[in-house]
Each structure stands twice: as structure tokens, then as C-alpha cells.
DNA sequence: TGTCAAAGATGAAACGTTTCAAGTAGGCTA
DNA sequence: TAGCCTACTTGAAACGTTTCATCTTTGACA
């Protein structure tokens, strides 16, 4: 195979500069129609490809953006990911993505890496706030978008208004007559803006008990554990209503109290997860739950990193995005 | 940005020249340990990040692959994903995807796009077999590996054993005593090597019917459609054990029957799915499935393309690795 | 006929690296 | 002292593009 055919063998062999060959690929009204066919003609003949690299190395800036995710395995992320790569491709940027999977070195890795590589810009879903690293990549001038993490005036950042998605739960549940609201998530920190939405609501409701259940992580087994927990109480003791910070606690919460004897859902208690998450809407009794439109997020982040990049002096902007309740089948009212 | 600083201006800080510089960063044995630790200094104080695409362009070959998937929401490919991530990593190579959605354009445009992009070679789950897009690359020497085709000569693949899995259920599911086995999927082609090692076991086997239940696609959705179908059969005509393509129809097939009345899995229907995604053990009633080892896929896939990178030469490589059976309860025996 | 503008085409200079043949000091041996 | 090794350094030439200040051609107009 005769390695690198370039701009130049073109240009040779159409008999033309290589200045009028990238004129071809770059600007095709500078050039005549005569010349502009004979060059695509060769271009086809000889299996000519641009070089990306030599490309963006002279332009300076590129059209690639890099996404940091704490786990593609997570279905929220999966989603989130694939919208933003979708919505970059509407805007003619390629999103490459790196999973964290939750580890401080990997996400440090993929920083490095995209830098090296000259992104246009970063979308990073953080493991545990803004690190130095980020710092120090934001002051040399690096586009940045962050996921999740509200406030700080030195980023942008699209968060997803968690405050006001458990407020919207709290009320739809006890608007559909339950009493007793336990709030089951954890740990505390990252469940945090969900539960102070459902305290907000229910601090304002007489005769409305809200509990919380803890959890180490967020998962279906940890779910399904809560659930035998609630299983193991009085029946008077239990909770109606039980609003799972994730999709995967409530399924596994489900799957616990669909096996029990006693305990109907949504009868006797009522379940509203959060995410939406594909299985959510085929679980055995279809999940209420908050739905946070990843294609939404998606679009808007892309924005904010291209503002950025084009516009150095942009000003940050703090998004924060309203979800929407999803009532189904596991919080029907009695 | 910081004004562009360079292996020019590290060089200028620190009164050496640029090619001593490059030594520091590729080959620092070569250099003084003076000279050395005075340039790392000086990087470090003007803030130099090797500029990744200048290095790719001038070296002629880089250190990322490319990889296209037929759709990340799916959490098999999501999993095969991130397993080729982690084993590309552990050999210093980065790993870049994008989904195809299911889409021709959109496989394509990833073609163009890593051909662009110099990419050192490709994994790619190919939509609908090998296109003539992807002949041309293999004929300019891209690397390639196929994962899930098989037998194209002038192609690397990498294949899971279907037809070994699905021998493997159907012996599990006769010796545990099940003789009416229905195999749950479609469309034909996508399932054809996991139905033809069914029937190769129970054509061996007096007394045990295996029939067919042909699906559009394989969702939960499908599957809880089936599990309707199977529900209003007469009992004497139901299957007493389903085989079915893939988890997600396993799981709406569950799904369905665990709530019919008069139907018990596993006591009069067992089931067991295929792929092992993170859903079947924690489903109401843990799934049995076959687990094709994204890890060991990953990294054999790995090997293989870089083997190819390394070696224009080389021969190419058919892989077909053996799944592995995880008996569950869903498949239990009475 | 002479002038001028518009439209096309040119080619050398970047972009930030790596590579490599060639150069410079010292120190060791004879 | 000359000669030679070894251990570092050097600087210019790529890599494949885009950019841009200049040329050349053509045809319209006075």
C-alpha cells in the first residue's frame, strides 16, 4: 500500500498547488468549476483522506469535545452520554467519551489526555467536586462544562434541579393521601437536594411524617436490602410511601415488597423512583418516577461549551433544570 | 489560552535546545540529570502540556483506537465498551467510541471520522456485516476487528460461541428434567447460532420438543408480549422452560408470568436469558443466563488490533470464545 | 487601445512535535 | 601529547495541513 497519499500527490497529480487543493476541500466556491471536478476526481482515483491531525494541528482549534462520566455502565450516564454525542453531531462536533469509573486517577487520566489532545472543550460529570486539576485547566483557558455540581462562579455547570424534583414528589404523594413519606438514598451528600425538596414540602403539610432510610450507595441490592428492613416492621410502623433517591433503590425496593405477603404495591405502599431509567417503565408494576430529559441537558451543555470556546470572555452560566414527574402504576392513588 | 506555550519556549527558559527538550519528555535517559530536572522545572513553571497532535502527525502513528457500537444505551455494548477501555488503557492506548445508533449514516460518519482522525486501528460491532466502506479501509491497511461476525477471511473477528451457549442451555434445562423447551427470539438471523445449538442438543435427545417464538426485536417489551402469549395457552400445551435470546426478553417474559396466577417460575416454567447484564441477578427471581466475559472479549479484541497495527503482515484471526453458563434460580430444578 | 477589477491560482511560511546526523567536552589509554 | 571513547547537545529537516500576500488571466468599459 502506498502510504500517505496527500495533498500534495493531489495536487500533483492534477496538476494544480497544493494551496488550491485545500481550497477544494475548504472553500470549493474560490475555485473553478473545471478545476474544482478534476481535483475531486483525482482525490477519488488515488483514495485521498484529509489528515485530521495536520488539520487541527494548523487551525489551531479543533472539533472535538471531551466527556469525562463517572460510569458508562450507570444507564443515566449511558443516556446523558449518548444525547450529548447526539447533540454534538448536530453542531458538527464528535464527542469522545472516558469513564471515570469512579476512580480520581482515571478521571485525571482522561484530563490530561484530552488536553494533550487539544480539545475544543471538556464536559465532565465530576467524581467529587471541582479539583485542582480542573482549576488549573479552567485558568490555562479550557472550555468547561460541568454536570451536577451548582454554584461556583468560575464554571459553567448544568445541574438538574433535584431541590424542586423532590418537592414535586413529596406533593404528588401526599396529595395522593399518604401520610407517612420515607425517604430512602444515600450516602447523605449526594442525595442531599432530593431530600431537602421532600422536607421543604412535607415541613409544610400537618399531620405528614417524613423518615429516612440510609443507604451506602445506590443500587438494586441495596434496594431490595431497605426493602426487607420495611418488610421487618410493625405493619403500623411502616411507611405508605417510600421516594427512592435512584431508579435501581426503588426497583430493588420493589422487587422486595412484591415478593412480600403482606405488602401491596401501590396499595398498601407507594414508590417513586428518580431518573427514569429504561427499566423503570417495565418493572413488574411500572415506576413513578422523576424524569430528567437527558437529550435537554444534553443540548444545553453543548451550548455552553461551544459559548465558551468561541467567546473567552463569555460569561459562566449556572443552568438548572427543572425535571418532570412521572406518575405510573407504583404511586397510583388507592 | 496561555499563549501557546511550546517545546520552543520551554526550550528558550531553559537555554537548551528543542531537541533536548523532546529528549526530556521521550527519551530522558539520554539526558543529564542537571539538564533534566532544570527542564522539568521550567515545564512545570510555564505550564507546557505536550501538544498530542503535533507528536501523532510527526510520529505517523498515535496511540488511540476507535470504536463503533451498535448502540451504548444497550447494556451489553455499554459493558463490551467500557472492558475495551480499561484493557486498551492497561497497554497505554485510549479508547474513543460511537454509537451507530443502528444507523448506516451514522456508522459511516465514525468510519470517516477515525480514518480522519488517524486512529491506529478499529473495533467495531458492525450493524449489518461488513460494508464495502470497511473493505476499502481494510484494502488501505486500517487495522480492524469485527466482534460478532465471523469468517471473513480478510477480517480479525472475535465471536462468542452461540451456538456452544446455546447447546449449553439446552442440556441444562433437559438434564434438570425440562422436556418442552421453547426458544424465545427473533429476528432470525440476529439469534440463528444460539437456536441452532438448542436444536443440536435436543435433536439428540428422545422425547423433547423444542419450538420456536419469534420476536421483532429484543426488549422487554417483546418479552412481556410473549410471556401473554404463553400465558393464555392452554396448560397442557405450555412449554415448561423458555430459552430465550437475550436478558431483556427473559426479563419481560418474568415479568409477565410472575404475575399470572397459575404460573410459577421456576416450578412450571423455568427461564434462562442470555448476555448476563447486571439486571438478571437482581430480577424478582435472579435469572439464570449465559455470560460471554466482556473482559476477556475486550481484551482479546485488543490484542488482536494492535497485533495488526504492529504487523501489516499478520494473519488474520478468527476468535470464538466459549460462553459460560450461570445457572440461577430462575432455572432451578423442582 | 489602454485600464481596471474580478476571479482563480500560486507557493512559501507557519503549526508543534520528533528524528537524526553532526558537534562538543571531558576523560582515559598508550 | 595524540587519539579515541563516551556522554550529552544541537539544529535543521520532516510530518500534512491551512493561510495569505502575490501573481496571472480574462473581459468589460471608456
Redesign the pocket.
Known amino acids: 500500500m502506498d502510504r ?1 497519499v ?3 500527490e493531489v495536487a500533483e497529480a492534477a496538476r ?5 487543493v ?2 477544494v ?2 472553500k470549493p466556491d ?3 468549476q ?2 474544482l471536478d478534476r481535483v475531486l476526481g483525482v482525490m477519488d482515483g488515488l483514495g ?1 483522506v ?2 485530521g491531525l ?2 487541527q ?4 482549534t479543533g472539533t472535538t469535545l471531551g466527556m469525562i462520566v463517572l460510569n458508562v455502565a450507570n444507564p443515566f450516564f449511558a443516556d446523558l452520554a449518548h444525547a450529548c454525542e447526539a447533540a454534538g453531531e448536530r453542531v458538527g462536533q464528535t464527542v469522545v467519551l472516558g469513564s471515570s469509573d469512579q476512580l480520581e486517577a482515571r478521571e485525571d487520566r482522561y484530563l490530561d489526555l484530552f488536553e494533550e489532545q487539544r480539545v475544543r472543550g471538556m464536559l465532565v460529570a465530576p467524581l467529587d467536586g471541582i479539583t485542582p486539576r480542573m482549576r488549573q485547566l479552567r485558568a490555562r483557558g479550557m472550555p468547561f462544562v460541568l454536570f451536577d455540581i451548582h454554584g461556583d462562579p468560575g464554571f459553567c455547570s448544568i445541574t438538574l434541579d433535584g431541590r424542586a424534583g423532590g418537592a414535586m414528589v413529596a406533593r404528588h404523594l401526599i396529595e395522593t393521601g399518604r401520610r407517612h413519606i420515607a425517604f430512602l438514598g444515600g450516602p447523605r451528600h449526594q442525595v442531599e437536594d432530593r431530600w431537602l425538596g421532600a422536607q421543604d414540602v412535607c415541613a409544610g403539610n400537618q399531620g405528614v411524617r417524613l423518615s429516612h432510610v440510609d443507604t451506602r450507595d445506590q443500587t438494586i441490592a441495596e434496594g431490595r436490602a431497605a426493602g426487607a428492613v420495611i418488610e421487618a416492621m410493625a405493619p403500623s410502623e411502616r411507611p405508605d410511601a417510600v421516594f427512592a433517591a435512584n431508579d435501581l433503590l426503588a426497583l430493588g425496593l420493589l422487587q422486595a415488597l412484591v415478593l412480600a405477603e403482606d405488602i401491596r404495591v401501590p396499595e398498601d405502599i407507594a414508590i417513586v423512583g428518580y431518573d427514569d431509567i429504561d427499566y423503570a417503565q417495565s418493572a413488574v408494576v411500572p415506576l413513578s418516577t422523576v424524569r430528567q430529559s437527558t437529550e435537554l441537558l444534553a443540548e444545553r451543555a453543548i451550548e455552553l461549551v461551544l459559548a465558551e470556546s468561541n467567546d473567552p470572555e463569555h460569561e459562566h452560566q449556572q443552568l438548572r433544570l427543572p425535571p418532570e414527574l412521572l406518575v405510573r402504576e407504583s404511586s397510583a392513588p388507592r
Open positions: 500517505s496527500g495533498i500534495r494544480v498547488s497544493v494551496g488550491t485545500s481550497n476541500l475548504n474560490r475555485v473553478s473545471a478545476t485521498f484529509r489528515n495536520a488539520r494541528l494548523r487551525m489551531g
